[in-house]
């Protein structure tokens, strides 16, 4: 079992920066980032692999996912956000390695934190 913990969630002004976090209790596989807005569906944003990213269409170029194994984090650097960013930002991980986007693909989930862009 792994807990993760996000924060660095916050308002932020269309065109601005912000920057989260993700701890995770023990060591895992791929860890990744998904977004979910009110009444929508949950959806991807980023995964990290072993030794790659990979990001949602509509996040390529503007944000980057990275990790710090010695420390069981993950961060998402979100640059020029845009109103259409706004949502619950989830952090989530998997025993194993993969690159897979599905969130049925990843067992662990953190509880969350809001990111609004305003315009």
């Known amino acids: 079992q792994v807990q993760l913990v996000e924060s660095g969630g916050g308002l932020v002004q269309a065109g601005g920066s912000l920057r989260l976090s993700c701890s995770a209790s023990?060591?895992?596989?791929?860890m990744g980032w998904f977004r979910q807005a009110p009444w929508k569906v949950r959806e991807f944003v980023a995964v990290?692999?072993?030794?790659?990213?990979t990001y949602a269409d509509s996040v390529e170029g503007r944000f980057t996912i990275s990790r710090d194994n010695a420390k069981n984090m993950v961060y998402l650097q979100m640059n020029s956000v845009k109103p259409e960013d706004t949502a619950v930002y989830y952090c989530a991980a998997r025993d194993g390695w993969g690159s897979n986007t599905s969130p049925q693909a990843f067992g662990y989930w953190g509880q969350g934190t809001q990111v609004t862009v305003s315009s």
């Open positions: 990290f692999d072993w030794n790659a990213a």
């Open positions: 023990r060591r895992t596989g791929s």
